[in-house]
Each structure stands twice: as structure tokens, then as C-alpha cells.
């Protein structure tokens, strides 16, 4: 896919990122407590300057990076068997479906999630889960983020899949984008 600019009078056209030479795996983790875990990937990526971080993520979502290598080790070692995977139908999301935000639009949502009444024994979990992920937000420094949660569509929301919208008592993605050092990593959060 190329992108144009708008800004010369002449399109200037460039390839933010559509082949493996330009997105490279860095590092992916995956940290659990009981059903509940999360899945960071963490990618090296080279965008042209004036690519909007809006253009970044909606190509990223749609490329195979996203769709296979951010996928649970288990899932890409055995895709025949019946693991849950990814819950949005990615086709049908616009990049308005997910809250822009910073490192601290980040911290309130998860605080904000974690204070939910309904949560019972598995808040432990969460907070355990929690701390890890604020271990390692620490090098995200001013990084730029993107938020998406099933949360936020009615269960028959054609942008959410069948049975993973059913079973996952949360699922969202946290993306975060760091312009200086061209990374992008995606965080996945599951409860099944």
C-alpha cells in the first residue's frame, strides 16, 4: 500500500512499511497469570517522516506482522488446533475505533479497569499483571498510543469475532508508537 502526501503540489508517494525489509520482529514476550496474561511484540520499523501515526497503525493492523507474529506462541506453533486468537475483525476497524492517547491516557485506562467492581478473586491477577506491564512501560518514555477494547462494541458489533468476543472476558490491545527509536509494539490482554 502506498500513501501520498498531501502537502506538495506534486504527490510525493512512499512506503511506510509494506514488505519484512521495513518491519522486523525485536522481541515478544508473553507473561501470564492463570487465564489472564497479555502478549507484547515489539517490532523495529522504518516509516517515512511524514507518515501519520494514524497511517502506521492502520497499515500495521492489516499487515502479517499483526496478523501472525503477534499471535501467541502456541497459536503459531499449532493454527490448526482450536486456540482462541485475535478478536477484532480487523477488516471492519477504522483507526477511529481506537483511543489516541499518551503514557498517561494509558495509566488511567488501566487503573480505571482495574477499579471495575465486578472483577471478584481475579483482581489479583490483573494487578500482578499490571505491575509487569508497568515494568515495562518505563522505556516507553513519550511514546505515542493506541487503545481498542471489545469492551467498547456491542457483542454483535460486526468489528468483533465469534467466539473470541464470546469467551474473552477482556481482550484489548495497547499499541504504542516510538517515533525516535522507529519501534512499534503491540501489547495483547486476554482473559478467557
Excluded at 480505571?112 to 490483573?126: H, K, V
Excluded at 465469534?162 to 517515533?179: G, N
Aim: aromatic share 16%; glycine share 4%; charged share 30%.
Amino acid at each position: 500500500m502506498r500513501l501520498c502526501s498531501p502537502y506538495n503540489s506534486k504527490p510525493v508517494c512512499y512506503k511506510p512499511f509494506n514488505d519484512n525489509s521495513t518491519i522486523e520482529t525485536k522481541r515478544h514476550i508473553e507473561i501470564n497469570e492463570g487465564y489472564q496474561g497479555f502478549n507484547l511484540t515489539e517490532f523495529a520499523i522504518e516509516v517515512e517522516e511524514l507518515s501519520s501515526n494514524d497511517q502506521i497503525v492502520d497499515i500495521f493492523i492489516r499487515s502479517k506482522q499483526f496478523s501472525f507474529d503477534c499471535l501467541r506462541d502456541c497459536v503459531k506453533a499449532e493454527p490448526e488446533k482450536g486456540y482462541l486468537r485475535q478478536a477484532f475483525a480487523i477488516d471492519k476497524i477504522k483507526i477511529n475505533d481506537f483511543e489516541k492517547t499518551d503514557k498517561q491516557g494509558v495509566l488511567k485506562f488501566l487503573c480505571d479497569f482495574i477499579n471495575e467492581p465486578d472483577w471478584g478473586d481475579d483482581r489479583n491477577a490483573f494487578a500482578k499483571l499490571l505491575d509487569r506491564y508497568f515494568e515495562i512501560q518505563n522505556d516507553f518514555g513519550d511514546n505515542y498510543f493506541y487503545i481498542l477494547s471489545k469492551d467498547w462494541f456491542d457483542k454483535n458489533d460486526e468489528r468483533v469475532l465469534e467466539p473470541e468476543s464470546w469467551v474473552y472476558i477482556y481482550y484489548f490491545l495497547i499499541i504504542s508508537i516510538d517515533r525516535k527509536a522507529n519501534s512499534l509494539t503491540l501489547i495483547e490482554w486476554t482473559y478467557d
